[in-house]
């Protein structure tokens, strides 16, 4: 036995993380194929954009959150074997055909003139979404079972805010007129409704249910 | 957005000027660092040179569109092929790696054509470097740029850097060395994923080192490129080394522009 001042607790007074969470592991490999999916679709809409924006600065920033995107994809692709998922391609997949059809019509526009519906299905509708889902996600898992996916999350989320805020920032300065405010909404509110049918980049849930059942009186 | 983006609509805006290579060559004021060919105007780029310092603008005018190109084509990789289909993710992941790393030279590039006393669109652009990454088959794309392409800019950042050494110009140098070591890393992907993608494939292996022989050649520019000490960019057989380049592909690629140079001044 080792002399010690005095015996200390497993868990120091300030360490408050607990051992439940909302998913287990199958739900959790679920979720993170899903996430890896929108990942792999995003990055490689950037990476096909690149060439069809004018705007200098637009046209480098695609290319350097081209890559934040793969990161995060590999990240989650690397994490799926250690959610019993060996074959990880088996659950790379869309939600549901709704998300499918979201980022058909998200990775639709090509045109050079179209650099603002570009910017708007990623960075109002798209990385939005996924901050609160990957959000909830961890805020609900287990900070202690499941600590590999919330370490994962953060430095994902880190990314994701920065790139929110950088492509906001390249919204806003691109909008100079009503007609291209309209356009934005427009397209905005076009790829809302499909992802309100996905229910969220995870599907139904992503974010959870806030609401409280009401048993039925007799 | 559809697949394979055509050469001829790469989005500009209206500073850039799009030209023919033939047309671009055609330029008096750099033209011998990255083309043409005769006798009183071959040299090393050094900035002693009387036109050095206009022709090492004109050099880094072609990087910064150059860099443009590179990004839009491994931009364009990430998009035109299929996971699994076509290529494995992690190839997809190594060329979005290359969007930034290439997003990154344009910001440098950029930067110091201003540190140099260039505007964007004093020289104009061809677009060769994003026709070779229009390459449908990727074993065949990557190999045209990552190696051919990518191996002509490890060439040039040496040069440059030369450059600023000899100019005493720390920020050209410095920022040179930079990109040297992402165009080794680039090179390095290209001969890795053609090594791994053409392993029990002899066919499509010498298909795409023919196509990298093909785009080697269409940028030799009359043998600008080479080992002779009046090559205006010396050919860089270390990094090309550190790049997965075999000893003979190195002497190949000397031959070429010996070949190319003597065929210039017939």
Known sequence: MTETKRPREPFAPWDRRALPGLFDVDETAKRVGHYKWVELKLFEALGGWVATVPELDVKMRLGTHCYHHAWHADLFDKRLPELREMKTDRLTLPANDHMVAFIDAMTEPEEAAMTIEKLVGVYRVLIPHKIAAYTYHRNATSEITDMPTVRILDFILQDEFNDWREGEMLIQSMIETEEELDRAMIHQTKLEKLMLAAGGIAGPGSIGDPYVEIPEEN | ?266
């Not at chain 2, 443009?68 to 990430?78: D, H, K, M, N, S």
């Not at chain 2, 090594?195 to 499509?204: A, G, I, M, V, Y």
């Not at chain 2, 080479?226 to 790049?243: K, N």
């Open chain 2, 1 to 266: 957005m559809r697949k394979i983006f055509p050469a001829e609509e790469l989005a500009r805006d209206g500073r850039f000027i799009r030209q023919t290579n033939e047309q671009r060559m055609g330029d008096p004021r750099g033209a011998r660092i990255a083309g043409g060919n005769s006798g009183d105007r071959l040299a090393k780029l050094t900035p002693e040179l009387a036109n050095g310092p206009d022709r090492a603008r004109a050099l880094m005018h072609g990087i910064f569109v150059g860099e443009i190109q590179a990004l839009e084509g491994a931009g364009r990789t990430c998009w035109d092929f299929e996971v699994g289909e076509d290529v494995p993710l992690e190839l997809k992941l190594d060329m979005a790696r290359q969007c930034w790393d290439e997003a990154r030279h344009c910001e440098i590039s950029v930067a110091l054509a201003e540190h140099m006393g260039t505007e964007l669109g004093e020289y104009a652009e061809n677009a060769l470097l994003y026709e070779a990454a229009c390459n449908p088959d990727p074993v065949l794309r990557l190999t045209g740029v990552n190696r051919a392409l990518e191996g002509l800019a490890i060439d040039v950042f040496n040069t440059m850097k030369e450059f600023g050494n000899m100019a005493g110009d720390p920020v050209l140098e410095f920022c040179e060395d930079w990109m040297l070591a992402d165009e080794v890393t680039h090179v390095k992907m290209g001969s890795d994923w053609l090594r791994r993608l053409t392993e029990n494939d002899k066919e499509r292996l010498d298909k795409a080192l023919e196509f990298q022989k093909v785009v080697d050649r269409l940028f030799s520019f009359n043998g600008f490129r080479g080992e002779e000490d009046d090559s205006p960019i010396q050919l860089t057989r270390r990094f090309r080394e550190l790049a997965g380049f075999s000893d003979d592909e190195i002497d190949e690629i000397a031959d070429m522009s010996r070949e190319a140079r003597v065929e210039a001044s017939s």
